[in-house]
């Protein structure tokens, strides 16, 4: 099964999450349509068609991404761009903190959910999956591990006494309770009813 980007840390993610799919990424010679979409299923939705016509063979895409209640649910679908096309990490990361500190006036803290939304394109058509989690930015970004918001992330899901940062959870803790964990887990279920 093809995974429609050449994300190597959404690959491996997935991989970890989805062993048995086999996931491979997008072939060098497809290239990936602009996301054009105004929410994450569209965006999803975007590329996996484009990856299934130009493959024929059956196809997941994810789109996800950060939304921080204090600032209206951004940075959402443009979370991989938030700091202008081409940003890195730490530039996107430094955007929001930088946002939201003026949004709470001064305070870089907030609620906030990573959202996951997973298309399958295969034979028998289209399926969305969404997945979240909820937690919230924290002012110190901490951990190496993971990517994008990672670092400044506190997940819910590990017990208000868990201060820890998605980036400071192993992978295995991590992809238990990730957004894009969620979404995989019920993309998984449904491949095994199929």
């Given at each position: 099964?093809?995974?429609?980007?050449?994300?190597?840390?959404?690959?491996?993610?997935?991989?970890?999450?989805?062993?048995?799919?086999?996931?491979?990424?997008?072939?060098?010679?497809?290239?990936?349509?602009?996301?054009?979409?105004?929410?994450?299923?569209?965006?999803?939705?975007?590329?996996?068609?484009?990856?299934?016509?130009?493959?024929?063979?059956?196809?997941?895409?994810?789109?996800?991404?950060?939304?921080?209640?204090?600032?209206?649910?951004?940075?959402?679908?443009?979370?991989?761009?938030?700091?202008?096309?081409?940003?890195?990490?730490?530039?996107?990361?430094g955007k929001v903190l930088s946002d939201l500190a003026a949004a709470?006036?001064?305070?870089?803290?907030?609620?906030?959910?990573?959202?996951?939304?997973?298309?399958?394109?295969?034979?028998?058509?289209?399926?969305?999956?969404?997945?979240?989690?909820?937690?919230?930015?924290?002012?110190?970004?901490?951990?190496?591990?993971?990517?994008?918001?990672?670092?400044?992330?506190?997940?819910?899901?590990?017990?208000?006494?868990?201060?820890?940062?998605?980036?400071?959870?192993?992978?295995?803790?991590?992809?238990?309770?990730?957004?894009?964990?969620?979404?995989?887990?019920?993309?998984?279920?449904?491949?095994?009813?199929?």
């Open positions: 099964m093809i995974l429609a980007t050449r994300n190597l840390h959404k690959v491996r993610e997935l991989d970890e999450i989805l062993p048995a799919a086999g996931l491979r990424p997008l072939p060098d010679e497809v290239e990936s349509p602009p996301e054009t979409g105004v929410t994450f299923e569209e965006n999803a939705l975007i590329k996996a068609r484009s990856a299934r016509e130009a493959t024929g063979e059956a196809v997941i895409a994810d789109d996800s991404g950060l939304e921080v209640d204090a600032l209206g649910g951004r940075p959402g679908v443009y979370s991989a761009r938030y700091a202008g096309e081409g940003a890195t990490d730490g530039e996107n990361l709470n006036g001064g305070d870089q803290s907030g609620s906030a959910r990573y959202v996951c939304v997973i298309a399958l394109v295969d034979d028998s058509g289209e399926h969305l999956f969404r997945g979240t989690c909820e937690g919230r930015i924290v002012r110190q970004p901490r951990g190496d591990g993971g990517f994008g918001y990672d670092p400044a992330f506190v997940p819910d899901a590990t017990g208000p006494d868990d201060q820890r940062t998605m980036a400071e959870l192993s992978p295995e803790e991590k992809n238990a309770i990730s957004h894009r964990g969620a979404a995989a887990q019920q993309l998984a279920d449904h491949l095994a009813d199929v």
